[in-house]
């Protein structure tokens, strides 16, 4: 298992460097010139330069390409924003917890919330409470983020004045824009909650646990739930991987300060650098959460921890017991 | 024999599966048979006779909807399982009464160790500790054949027969009085099928459980059975003593049976197939249900349902030529 991990590890490395370079090409063939961004209108032709100058663009693209990874790789510096010279290591630390914890809330009222009423809907199959689920499902799919973002807010914050319109110090502060998001992707979750419990509700082992005499409710959450819990984990990587994107829009409805807003920012200023860290960043994030969802499905399943075991462990074993 | 004597006592049984918009499944229709303490009953029939519906009324399994019981009553040492409470049911299954499925690749959870599996059902009937429930499970798994070391070994790790033994284990753990076997051995190799059916001979001889075998292999019937029911079409076509039945065989069907099993009349050496297929349960005729089927099938057999002729002691038949007392 550790082998496994550390593999998967090692994996992440190029998958990563592919990110840096599409990243790093799409910028490099944009058209427009980032330096009359930063410089306004009246900047003079010798202004430009010098700025291209500053920055290294008069320098080839693998040559900027190189340094840039190796600035990274060497101190861990992402460079300076070209917005405002500052150093874009710190800002992005400052502003990652924000957008971090607003994804994990969002997942989780999303995989709660999901589950529980695909659990519900498969052990109710054809009921009308089974109808009205299948409907949010389909709900949740169409409709479009921002505008039932901007009708919550209507509704809770204008409306009812429980709950606060944006910003975000607190938890009061976090419902709104969780609870939007996370029930949209709720939806998705119950899809594939409903489907996979279907799938296992009337498996040959749950009849079996019937036979024993085993209670109604050991035999959905172990005997049905448990062998339907690999499709569930891989929805909940997805979901956390379109959570932690899909706040981008949520963080400018709601004006909170996370990774979000800073990228709109840097797309509008053209603040390269910043875009380019921001990215990574949400790369390497998704990276890791699969990673622990593959992780979990050892945890959930013997027969796929059999596999990890055997593509890791095999030769090692089999040196030792030479030896 | 008295009924003291009786474990189990199906009385008119009618089981359809009545699915939404489509003509109901007439899988049994008033069947009746007794099995008694220490008894082997072997429920013989093709594919589709309703044997299997039989069993899971038993355990109140029957999937419901669609499937519905509709009548009768399958008294279990004297109490109608069919009125029984839900919560009562689920103490009776796995201890009193336990079920050997007929597909051991599907028939365990793949998540479990086999050991937690067995002790799953040891845990649900007994108050044990988990020490105690342990040298239960390892004791089980000893008896069947599989080395206690295994425990924490999950399904995959086993063969189709080694998961056969685990079920087995599974179902003797409480020393059931009435142990149902579903085909138990259809789903695997000849050579473990003798191996599995010996062990199960021996384990019953052992904790003295009666058996209710359900095959389409008149060989196992043979080697197991006290007493043969042979199904047809959801009925019970004609039963009686393992020796009356296999020496004086009277209904065309059970004969037809005989008839296509290699090696069982060695004077001729061609095999004598039953020609068609069971009617659609969905669709059944009326009267004799095998008529279509039969070489001595006359006008009569088509214009009333048959009943039951007892041709000897204890050895009924359901054929018009039976109700003539001039059988075959």
Not at chain 1, 230 to 249: D, E, K, Y
Not at chain 2, 190 to 219: P, R, Y
Not at chain 2, 281 to 287: D, F, H, K, Y
Request: charged content about 20%; glycine content about 8%.
């Amino acid at each position: 298992m550790g082998r496994y991990i550390l593999k998967r590890l090692l994996m992440m490395i190029p998958v990563l460097l592919s990110v840096v370079l599409l990243i790093f090409i799409l910028q490099f063939i944009t058209p427009g010139d980032p330096a009359k961004l930063q410089l306004g209108t009246d900047a003079t032709n010798e202004e430009i330069e010098n700025w291209h100058e500053k920055y290294g663009l008069n320098d080839p693209f693998a040559v900027q390409f190189t340094r840039y990874v190796w600035g990274i790789v060497s101190r861990g510096d992402f460079g300076n924003s070209w917005r405002n010279g500052q150093p874009i290591t710190q800002e992005i630390i400052s502003r990652w917890p924000t957008t971090f914890l607003l994804a994990i809330l969002t997942t989780l009222v999303s995989v709660i919330s999901g589950t529980l009423l695909g659990i519900y809907a498969a052990l109710h199959r054809g009921s009308l409470g089974d109808a009205i689920a299948r409907v949010i499902g389909i709900l949740g799919i169409s409709l479009p983020n921002f505008w039932f973002a901007l009708m919550m807010i209507l509704l809770f914050a204008v409306r009812l004045q429980w709950l606060p319109v944006s910003g975000f110090y607190g938890p009061l502060y976090w419902i709104l824009p969780a609870g939007t998001l996370g029930v949209l992707g709720a939806s998705s979750q119950m899809r594939i909650t409903r489907s996979a419990m279907l799938d296992n509700i009337n498996a040959d082992f749950v009849r079996t646990a019937r036979a024993k005499g085993q209670e109604e409710r050991v035999i959905t959450y172990h005997h049905i739930l448990r062998n339907a819990l690999i499709p569930i984990l891989t929805n909940v990587g997805s979901r956390f991987a379109q959570n932690l994107t899909g706040t981008m829009i949520l963080e400018q409805i709601f004006a909170i300060p996370g990774i979000g807003t800073l990228m709109v920012l840097a797309i509008n200023k053209r603040d390269y650098p910043q875009l380019r860290a921001s990215v990574i960043l949400v790369a390497a994030t998704v990276s890791v959460v699969n990673l622990l969802i593959d992780i979990a499905y050892a945890a959930a399943d013997p027969r796929v921890k059999a596999t990890f075991k055997s593509s890791s462990g095999n030769f090692l074993k089999f040196k030792k017991r030479a030896g | 024999m008295s009924d003291t004597e009786k474990i189990l006592s199906i009385k008119d049984l009618t089981v359809h599966y009545l699915p939404p918009e489509e003509p109901a499944c007439k899988a049994v229709n008033g069947v009746s048979f007794d099995i008694r303490k220490g008894e082997t009953l072997g429920l013989v029939g093709e594919t589709g006779a309703g044997k299997t519906t039989i069993a899971l009324s038993i355990l109140r399994l029957v999937q419901s909807p669609p499937g519905k019981i509709l009548s009768g009553s399958i008294e279990f040492n004297g109490e109608n399982l069919l009125e029984a409470s839900e919560a009562h049911m689920r103490k009776i299954r796995g201890s009193e009464i336990s079920m050997i499925f007929q597909d051991p690749m599907t028939a365990l959870n793949p998540i479990d160790s086999v050991g937690d599996q067995i002790a799953e059902v040891v845990h649900l009937h007994s108050k044990c500790s988990r020490a105690e429930a342990r040298i239960k499970v390892e004791e089980m798994l000893e008896l069947v054949g599989i080395d206690k070391s295994r425990y924490k070994d999950y399904p995959h790790q086993f063969s189709g027969g080694m998961k056969q033994r685990v079920i087995i284990a599974m179902a003797l753990a409480c020393s059931p009085e009435l142990l149902i076997a579903d085909e138990p051995t259809t789903a695997l190799d000849v050579t473990i099928q003798a191996q599995v059916l010996d062990m199960m001979n021996d384990l019953k001889k052992k904790l003295g459980s009666s058996v209710l075998l359900i095959t389409h292999d008149l060989g196992i019937v043979a080697e197991m059975c006290d007493k043969v029911v042979v199904m047809y079409a959801g009925q019970v076509v004609e039963m009686g003593d393992k020796r009356s039945i296999f020496k004086h065989t009277s209904h065309p069907y059970t004969k037809g049976l005989f008839g296509s099993l290699p090696g069982a009349f060695p004077d001729s050496d061609r095999l004598k197939p039953i020609k068609g297929l069971m009617p659609d349960p969905a669709a059944l005729p009326a009267g004799c249900k095998f008529a279509d089927r039969c070489e001595f099938c006359t006008e009569q057999c088509r214009a009333r349902e048959i009943g039951l002729t007892e041709v000897s002691e204890g050895h009924y038949v359901r054929c018009v030529l039976a109700e003539g007392g001039n059988h075959h």
